[in-house]
């Protein structure tokens, strides 16, 4: 339940967990790469989650068919441009699509430079066809080691002025956020954002780490935040932001339930709260969705979908002109629909 008179964003959505089915089918037949399916329909089931995983690396097991199709930087771009696309399409007025250099040129040993220079085309194509904007975050994957993060960074960086920020993504419990401290101290050089997925497969105690050693400004779900008082204290008195996804936690059984979702007990404590799909194209939704999730199912009420949507806009990696932009574009739309 969103308030299409308010800029409607997504701030945590993962570009290579966006890949479509119809597009790993088509990029699989063209280049001779074994499907376990050998049509679209049965394909989904790889792609996309049944019911739920076990946790979260059963989720991000699904994430691996959209990038074992990236074989060269054309299929890189091909997808980027679809994301934007398919942005524009659920009714976004921005969104920060985040992406692992390393995660997407692993499997074909593509260039990481050159599948950013890919990715940052095509979002520009897309971005001149359709009326949405973007903005891009790089993602260090901490399931493949420190070496693997410094060297995807080091490619982040060598295009810094496309990238708004940077994240910390995977394997929480494998790979602490005690092993980047080095990682991030480079990108706060960088003059780069922070966000950092914390509080997912592990509690509080990561979430602190993340704020305090690797100075996130946003956490990314930050579910188990809530086990610590103090914690949401912090939070609170800092307005560290919350990037909420929650079908996705649902799906990683990071909750077991809707009704075990904390969303509400963030928003009570007075921490920002945004909505956002987390992988669009693994766990099959939309933007849409997660507001109908919040109201239906957490039982958010609509001002309080609406403080969600106005939470999202000021947690934004953008300037305070960019914001206001975002509200102005918000009543045009509701001109034009009208
Ligand atoms: O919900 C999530 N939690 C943690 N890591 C994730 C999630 N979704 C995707 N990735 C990770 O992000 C990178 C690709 O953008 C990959 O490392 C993937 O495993
Ligand atoms: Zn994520």
């Known amino acids: 339940m969103f308030d299409p008179s308010l800029p409607l964003v997504d701030l945590h959505r993962h570009l290579d967990g966006n890949v479509r089915v119809e597009t790993i089918f088509e990029l699989a037949q063209q280049h001779q790469i074994s499907l376990p399916a050998n049509n679209v329909a049965d394909m989904r089931q790889f792609v996309q989650i049944q019911g739920r995983e076990n946790d979260l690396l059963g989720f991000l097991k699904k994430l691996d068919w959209m990038v074992n199709v990236l074989v060269d930087l054309e ?6 441009y679809e994301n934007v696309v398919d942005a524009a399409q ?7 699509l985040r992406f692992s250099p390393y995660y997407m040129a692993m499997n074909h040993q593509l260039p990481m430079v050159g599948v950013v220079d890919a990715v940052i085309d095509g979002v520009y194509a897309g971005c001149q066809d359709y009326p949405v904007k973007i903005a891009l975050i790089g993602i260090m994957s901490r399931t493949f080691g420190q070496q693997a993060c410094l060297d995807e960074l080091e490619a982040i960086l060598a295009r810094r002025k496309h990238f708004v920020g940077v994240d910390l993504a995977g394997d929480e419990k494998g790979f602490p956020g005690e092993f980047f401290i080095k990682h991030f101290n480079k990108v706060r050089d960088a003059g780069l954002n922070i966000t950092v997925h914390a509080g997912e497969a592990l509690g509080a105690q990561s979430v602190w780490q993340a704020v ?17 008082p103090r914690l949401m204290d912090y939070l609170y008195e800092h307005q560290i932001g919350i990037e909420s996804c929650p079908t996705s936690n649902l799906h990683t059984s990071t909750v077991s339930d809707y009704a075990h979702h904390p969303l509400k007990q963030f928003i009570n404590a007075g921490i920002p709260v945004s909505l956002n799909t987390d992988d669009p194209g693994v766990s099959n939704i939309d933007i ?7 109201h239906h199912q957490l039982g958010l009420s609509f001002s309080q979908c609406q403080q969600c949507q106005r ?17 102005q574009r918000a009543v045009g ?3 034009n629909r009208g």
């Open 75 to 80: 299929a890189v771009r091909r997808v980027a």
């Open 90 to 96: 659920s009714g976004l007025d921005y969104a920060e």
């Open 212 to 228: 305090t050693q690797l100075g996130a400004m946003r956490i990314g779900h930050g579910v188990r935040a809530v086990e610590d």
């Open 288 to 294: 849409a969705h997660e507001y109908a999730v919040a």
């Open 311 to 327: 939470d999202g806009v000021a947690m934004a990696f953008l300037t305070q002109s960019e914001r206001l932009e975002l509200y």
């Open 333 to 335: 739309h509701i001109k």
